[in-house]
């Protein structure tokens, strides 16, 4: 895989970084953003932001997502595609979704998203004031507290969820944490364990709780991942190994 940077933006604690994978064996290559925000002088929260380079004859503006020229074609398969091809297509409206780490960052904005969209939407994370500032900002949204990281809080919101919203349907797993790292030297065994329990073990816990509700309901799971999976970041190398 190759990555090609063709901008960097940094404003207050904020970083972005746009650039495009290619070589990843798919038809088409990724333009992605990646987002950074730094808090008191550490990483505090990462985003990626991944789309398929749009062709040609695809571009709308007639402009690239990225450098020059447009890609002229893609090889991808045409996009009228109907459900029935790829499988069940999910419902953006009427479900009941659990989003973990729900107060504040990717996980608030899709909590806040998805029930602008008349989804009913419950978010958990550790810090109660988070959830309850996304609470009173959003009438209608419930939140529960959880720690991803500890099993028995996970086995409690899990009975919680079921007993009080019988018709959940979707799992969001978005909750995770990054920490710098040294990776060319003695990893910290405490910033090791607590990093591959909350990105890796937690979700795993926590679908594996609720996933005969969510069969039960034809649900869907989804986890928020990163793309330093695909090429990882060596200040960040435990959490790049767990995303």
């Known amino acids: ?8 933006v940094a404003e207050g604690d904020y970083v972005i970084a746009h650039g495009r994978f290619s070589g990843n064996g798919r038809p088409a290559a ?16 990462h985003w990626d932001v991944l789309q398929d380079e749009a062709t040609q004859a695809e ?17 991808r398969p045409p996009r009228n595609i109907h459900g029935t091809q790829i499988g069940a297509i ?10 973990t780490g729900g107060g504040s960052g990717i996980g608030r904005a899709l909590a806040e998203a998805l029930h602008k969209r008349r989804n009913k939407v419950i978010i958990s994370g550790r ?3 988070h959830l309850d500032a996304v609470v009173k900002a959003n009438p209608g949204i419930e939140a529960i507290e959880l720690d991803i990281a500890d099993p028995a809080s996970i ?46 073990l937690g979700p795993l816990r926590l679908t594996s709780a ?9 649900g869907v799971i989804l986890y928020n991942t990163s793309v330093l999976a695909f090429v990882p970041l060596a200040l960040t190398a435990v959490y790049s190994a767990t995303t």
Do not use: C
Not at 34 to 45: K, Q, S, Y
Not at 167 to 195: C, F, P, R, W, Y
């Open 127 to 129: 810090r109660k004031g």
């Open 210 to 218: 609720l996933v005969d509700q969510l069969k039960s309901r034809h």
């Open 90 to 99: 999910m419902n953006l409206t009427g479900n009941t979704i659990f989003i």
């Open 155 to 200: 086995k409690a919101t899990a009975k919680k969820l079921i007993e009080e919203h019988p018709d959940l349907n979707v799992l969001i797993n978005n909750a995770g944490i990054m920490e710098l790292d040294q990776a060319a030297g003695v990893i910290d065994d405490k910033l090791l364990v607590s990093t591959v329990t909350t990105n890796l």
């Open 30 to 45: 990724w333009v992605a953003a990646d987002v950074i925000r730094f808090e008191d002088g550490l990483l505090a929260e």
């Open 1 to 8: 895989m190759r990555y090609e940077n063709q901008l960097i």
């Open 59 to 75: 571009s709308v503006s007639g402009l690239p997502m990225f450098g020059r020229p447009l890609p002229f074609v893609s090889g």
